[in-house]
């Protein structure tokens, strides 16, 4: 067995709060950018993507930015809510049509 | 669409036993992968299949994991003989080839391993 794990960073929000989850990534090479969720239980969920030509992509509730001078990569949640509560990963495409690598993730923990 | 489809859930052996894990992909998927999420490691790409052909499998830890496609419909992923330190939660997802970019990949519920 594992006597010792990741230390996932966590951010707490109260509820209606903005969220600002970062991740960092390494490769200047990297094509494309994507953010998944995972539930408790769960498998990751697709949230939304960016390609390496794009500063900023928004969805529903949700926004991407990305620098790639500093090569850092972040989520915006708005209004945040308890069902976001999750794990968010970030995740880039390095080479290849689809594979992806992931990071560590964020834990987020919404306070009611 | 009922997504896709991991079975066991759950499973508990002894070190030394053959595990095998199965996957239904979402019907109409060209794409499949297995990955392995532990704490230690985080979520690991072990191998991925281009309409039933194995496309990369470096991610494959060692020769005791061996990964098939016979058909557009079904995976599985084998680990003969198991160790504790393959205990994982290990993830089946399904996408679309599509044009450019990238496609979302869809997960399945997963299966937690414990070996003991």
């Known amino acids: 067995g594992e006597s010792v794990g990741l230390h996932l960073p966590t951010l707490s929000v109260q509820e209606g709060d903005n969220s600002i989850i970062n991740c960092a990534y390494s490769?200047?090479?990297?094509?494309?950018f994507i953010w998944y969720k995972q539930e408790s239980g769960k498998g990751p969920q697709f949230i939304i993507d960016?390609?390496?030509?794009?500063d900023k992509r928004q969805g529903q509730r949700v926004t991407v930015l990305l620098n790639k001078t500093v090569k850092h990569l972040s989520l915006q949640i708005a209004a945040t809510q308890p069902g976001d509560s999750a794990v968010y990963f970030c995740a880039e495409r390095v080479g290849g049509y689809q594979k992806v690598t992931f990071g560590t993730g964020t834990k987020l923990q919404v306070i009611p | 669409d009922a997504g896709v489809i991991q079975s066991p859930r759950h499973e508990v052996t002894e070190m030394g036993q053959e595990v095998t894990l199965r996957c239904k992909p979402i019907?109409?998927?060209?794409?499949l992968f297995w990955y392995r999420q532990t704490m230690m490691r985080g979520l690991e790409l072990l191998i991925y299949f281009n309409n039933n052909v194995p496309i990369d499998d470096s991610g494959m830890p060692e020769d005791r994991f061996s990964a098939k496609m016979p058909n557009a419909s079904f995976s599985t992923l084998k680990i003969q003989p198991s160790e504790p330190r393959d205990s994982a939660v290990y993830f089946c997802?399904?996408?679309?080839?599509?044009?450019?970019?990238?496609?979302?990949?869809?997960f399945g519920p997963g299966t937690r391993l414990t070996v003991l």
């Open positions: 490769n200047s090479a990297s094509d494309y």
């Open positions: 997802a399904s996408s679309l080839a599509v044009a450019d970019p990238y496609n979302e990949q869809f």
């Open positions: 960016i390609r390496s030509n794009m």
């Open positions: 019907s109409g998927h060209d794409y």
